[in-house]
């Protein structure tokens, strides 16, 4: 089984300082990791995905996610946000290998940014 | 890129009645798709899996007689909710996974839809 926590509900910065959005997995296979973006009343969209690849994704907009398999982690940053970054923010979850696992996504509970002047 | 197309963005209904919603993939073709529910504030749930040509298949909790999926085609899946009531007042999500020439691009989800049942 897989899931996904997403350890802050609400994160709040200043413009032009750093963003620091946590997640952590659970996977009995070999996931795959995904970050999406939710503005209010709109869909998601994809800002990065790790799929076995490097460990330090970079995605659109300046964000990049680590992910470090001892920890279990894959937490995504931004050197500095910017007012246009308050949304919501979903970490997801696909186990690719699992049998029958390689479609199902699963949702952290995601956090709110809020950017501040 | 690929692109989910969904309709409405927006519907108001009277309780008892249904409404229908569309998922298109505009420039691929989608032999899955998949319906996501999402209540205030809260995270996507995924209702079922839509597969193009069967049966969709639904998650546990989930009323496939309330909540009618239709693939007919690899472009369209649409979600019908039959007698809607009030507590069916939800934002409604479609995602779809772009797969093309042996690449996997990965989910690409529609704009949702919010239904009002009143």
């Known amino acids: 089984a897989q899931s996904v926590t997403q350890l802050d509900s609400h994160v709040s910065v200043s413009e032009g300082t750093p963003v620091l959005l946590r997640c952590n997995y659970s996977s009995s296979y070999s996931p795959s990791l995904f970050w999406y973006v939710q503005h209010p009343n709109k869909g998601l969209q994809l800002l990065l995905k790790y799929t076995s690849a490097a460990t330090l994704v970079k995605g659109i907009n300046g964000f990049e996610a680590e992910f470090k398999k001892s920890e279990t982690s894959f937490h995504l940053t931004k050197p500095s946000a910017h007012m246009s970054d308050a949304a919501e923010y979903f970490c997801?979850?696909?186990?690719?290998?699992?049998?029958?696992?390689?479609?199902?996504?699963?949702f952290g509970t995601g956090t709110q940014l809020k950017v501040e002047l | 890129g690929a692109v989910v197309s969904q309709h409405p963005s927006r519907v108001i209904c009277k309780s008892g009645t249904s409404v229908k919603i569309e998922c298109r993939s505009l420039d691929f073709q989608a032999t899955t798709m998949f319906w996501y529910r999402q209540f205030p504030k809260q995270s996507l749930m995924l209702m079922a899996t839509?597969?193009?040509?069967?049966?969709?298949?639904?998650e546990q909790g989930v009323e496939k007689d309330k909540f009618l999926i239709n693939h007919a085609s690899l472009t369209l899946s649409t979600l019908t909710v039959t007698s809607a009531h009030p507590e069916d007042s939800s934002f409604y999500i479609c995602?779809?996974?772009?797969?093309?020439?042996?690449?996997?691009?990965?989910?690409?989800f529609g704009s949702g839809t919010r239904l009002t049942v009143v």
């Open positions: 995602s779809a996974r772009f797969l093309m020439a042996g690449s996997d691009y990965g989910y690409t």
């Open positions: 839509s597969n193009e040509g069967s049966k969709a298949t639904y």
């Open positions: 997801v979850v696909s186990e690719g290998g699992s049998p029958g696992g390689g479609n199902k996504l699963t």
